[in-house]
């Protein structure tokens, strides 16, 4: 693209985001629909996907495309997506895959620049947002390259996953160099904003949560109770999400085997290599059944189904800091939904579940433990009423509605 091009698509106020996802993230497409409607052209270049079932909206672009022909980068980005189809995201075999193609293969550093660098140059947009840490080099790359301003947007305390020690200190490695270089940073809540501030002494770092629009109303039905032949007496206790090796999900089927009320059952909506795991063991249990699992529904589907709970959990140990400081997409899709929440006890759940009062927290470090507080949740009827009343409050101001105004006035300065 030459110079000409270049300020003509400055003026245009478009925007270039990129992901090294092949699904996008909730949290880029609810900024994406808030930018474009403040004025700004949004792109997002995301990561080649193979199923061919997923239909891509107009503003999504593909790199990184290529298979066991292209260079190595393509090739092992290639041989990740067929492995992430039989093994458990995050599990141990996966993750000592990865680290040796880490180690040995490809540089963490440069990756995604050598798989996205060709395509993100074709565009000169006014600002760059690297959507998490593994982004940011190839987006500050781009954004020198056409004097556009740059964005990170840290999805979590990415260098603190559950990493080798090498792999973690590389990564911090690698956001510090190019942190600074940085015209605004943000990320989901005050203890990771926190963590970056300490880290690499930035006086600000913008604090957008992963919350759900209000305007989407929901309302309570029996869909769980129509899809498996349920009693209307039971009571549905629903985990949602990537069914990944790091969501304590083994423990919370086991759990089941110990919950005293005959009346609450599990559902387990998601899909994941972990599933065929966790179905086994759910087989295993005796009695009447009490785990049910339902396929993934698109995002636009997913709070109808979220409101025919009469609980949401949120399983998740401190198995890393990342962890410890997490507040994942289900925490708002429960609040949005008006579900009560039983939540482990780290930091943000406990600041939003039992300092708004709409649920509960506790200990969720074996089985028996998840059951008894399962058991604690369904225990009083009168408490549920009380917390799904402050849902209701909670919903009006925990929302995207009210993170949209913080986000545009972030991006309104970089004009």
């Not at 880490?102 to 050598?114: C, G, K, M, N, P």
């Not at 790359?141 to 260098?159: I, K, M, P």
């Amino acid at each position: 693209m030459d110079a000409a091009a270049a300020r003509q698509d400055h003026e245009s106020n478009s925007i270039l985001m990129l992901t090294a996802d092949r699904q996008i993230d909730r949290r880029i497409l609810l900024q994406a629909d808030s930018l474009e409607k403040a004025g700004w052209r949004v792109t997002i270049l995301a990561m080649t996907d193979d199923d061919t079932e997923r239909r891509d909206e107009p503003r999504v672009v593909r790199a990184g495309a290529g298979g066991q022909g292209g260079g190595r980068e393509q090739q092992v980005a290639y041989g990740y997506r067929q492995l992430a189809r039989r093994l458990p995201m995050n599990g141990a075999m996966m993750r000592s895959l990865k680290r040796l193609a880490w180690r040995f293969l490809v540089d963490q550093e440069t990756f995604h620049a050598r798989l996205y660098g060709d395509v993100a140059s074709r565009f000169a947009p006014r600002v760059v947002v690297a959507h998490d840490l593994p982004m940011l080099p190839v987006a500050s790359q781009v954004a020198r390259g056409c004097a556009a301003r740059l964005v990170y947007d840290s999805h979590e305390l990415y260098s603190e996953q559950e990493f080798s020690a090498r792999e973690r200190r590389r990564w911090a490695e690698i956001e510090a160099r190019y942190i600074g270089n940085c015209d605004a940073v943000m990320t989901i809540n005050q203890s990771i904003a926190g963590e970056l501030a300490r880290r690499h002494a930035l006086s600000q770092v913008h604090v957008i949560s992963n919350a759900e629009r209000a305007t989407d109303a929901t309302h309570s039905s029996r869909l769980f109770h129509e899809l498996f032949g349920l009693p209307a007496t039971r009571k549905i206790l629903l985990f949602q999400g990537g069914l990944s090796a790091n969501r304590n999900l083994q423990a919370l089927v086991a759990a089941m085997r110990h919950v005293k009320n005959p009346e609450i059952v599990l559902v387990i909506l998601g899909d994941g290599a972990l599933k065929q795991r966790l179905t086994r063991e759910a087989r295993r249990q005796p009695g009447t059944q009490r785990v049910f699992f339902q396929a993934a529904v698109p995002q636009h589907e997913l709070l109808s189904h979220t409101a025919a709970a009469d609980a949401g959990v949120i399983p998740y140990r401190a198995t890393c800091l990342n962890n410890y400081f997490c507040t994942p997409n289900k925490l708002f899709e429960f609040i949005a939904a008006g579900v009560p929440i039983l939540g482990s006890d780290l930091p943000e759940i406990r600041s939003m579940v039992a300092g708004r009062g709409i649920g509960l927290v506790g200990d969720m470090s074996s089985a028996p433990a998840v059951a008894s507080l399962i058991d604690e949740l369904f225990g009083d009827e009168a408490r549920l009423d009380f917390w799904r009343e402050n849902l209701r409050q909670t919903r009006k101001a925990v929302c995207w509605e009210a993170e949209e105004g913080k986000l545009l006035a972030i991006y309104e300065a970089l004009r």
